[in-house]
C-alpha cells in the first residue's frame, strides 16, 4: 500500500504501460533496434499492480516474463505499439510510455533475405519517420481527465532538453535519465527528475526501478484527483 493508505491509491483504476524497445524489420532476419531493457515499464506494471490498478502492459521485444496480474500485449514494430497503446488508452486512466520507440523505419521491407552481390557496394537503408505516439495520446486524450506520462533519455543541458520535449509532447508529465557511461540501459536502477506541467520538478535519487516506478504513480494519483 502506497505512503500507509488503507486503501491501494489505483484501485479502479484501468493503467497503461508501454515497455522495451522496438524493432523495425528490414527483412525476414534483420531488424533495426535499440538497447532498451524493458526493466523500467515492467517495474511500473508491478508497482501499479500491487497499488490496485488493473494494468494493460504493451511489451515490445523484452524477453521479460510476464508480471503476474497484469495483461501483457506483446508487440514489435512501432505501428503495432501504436495501434495497442491506442486500443487500451480508450478506456485507461494514465497511460505511461516507457517503450523505447524507433523514431524511423527502414522505408522497404524485402520480403526476401538481403544477400550480397559479388564486387558491389551494399545499398543505401532508405528510412522514414515513425508515428509519435505520446504526442498522439496527449493531443486526443480518449477520457478527459487522463493522465499522460512520457520518459526521455537526455544528455548535455538534461533539464531544458526535457521542458523542450514536455512541451512538444504534451504529456502531463515526463521522466527524464541522464543518459552516459553506467546509466540506465539494462541496469537495475535508475535516477531521475520528474518534470510537471504544471512546473514541478520531482528528483528521484539513484535507486531500484521500482523506487522510480512508485514516484511516477504517487504523481499520477495526485493529477487524478
Ligand atoms: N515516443 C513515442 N513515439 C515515438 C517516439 C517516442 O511515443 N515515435 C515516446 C517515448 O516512448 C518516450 C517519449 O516519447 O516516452 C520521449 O521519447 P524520445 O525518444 O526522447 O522523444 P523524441 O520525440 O523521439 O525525441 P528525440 O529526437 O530526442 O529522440
Ligand atoms: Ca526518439
Not at 514494430?77 to 486500443?87: C, D, G, M, P, Y
Not at 551494399?122 to 522514414?128: A, C, E, G
Not at 535519465?177 to 553506467?182: K, Q
Request: proline residues 6%.
Amino acid at each position: 500500500l502506497a505512503r500507509g493508505t488503507a486503501e491501494p491509491d489505483l484501485k479502479g483504476r484501468h493503467v497503461v504501460v508501454s515497455a522495451g524497445g522496438t524493432r523495425e524489420p528490414l527483412d525476414p532476419v534483420r531488424f533495426l533496434g535499440n538497447r532498451s531493457s524493458g526493466k523500467q515499464g515492467y517495474a511500473l506494471a508491478r508497482t501499479a499492480a500491487a497499488r490496485g490498478a488493473r494494468v494493460t502492459l504493451i511489451a515490445a521485444n523484452t524477453g521479460l516474463p510476464d508480471p503476474a496480474g497484469v495483461d501483457v500485449v506483446p508487440v514489435g514494430t512501432a505501428v503495432q505499439l501504436r495501434e495497442a497503446v491506442l486500443k487500451a488508452a480508450a478506456d485507461a486512466d494514465a497511460v505511461v510510455m516507457a517503450a523505447a520507440v524507433a523514431d524511423f523505419r527502414p522505408e522497404v521491407y524485402a520480403t526476401g533475405k538481403i544477400k550480397k552481390k559479388d564486387g558491389q557496394d551494399p545499398d543505401p537503408i532508405v528510412l522514414v519517420r515513425n508515428p509519435d505516439i505520446l504526442a498522439e495520446v496527449s493531443a486526443d486524450r480518449a477520457r478527459s481527465g487522463q493522465v499522460i506520462v512520457g520518459f526521455a533519455a537526455e544528455t548535455d543541458d538534461v533539464l531544458a532538453n526535457g521542458r523542450t520535449k514536455l512541451a512538444r509532447k504534451g504529456c502531463d508529465l515526463l521522466v527524464v535519465n541522464e543518459v552516459g557511461e553506467r546509466k540506465t540501459f539494462g541496469s537495475e536502477e535508475n535516477e531521475a527528475v520528474v518534470l510537471g506541467t504544471d512546473g514541478s520538478e520531482t528528483p528521484v535519487p539513484h535507486g531500484p526501478k521500482e523506487a522510480l516506478a512508485d514516484i511516477v504513480w504517487d504523481l499520477v494519483v495526485e493529477r487524478l484527483g
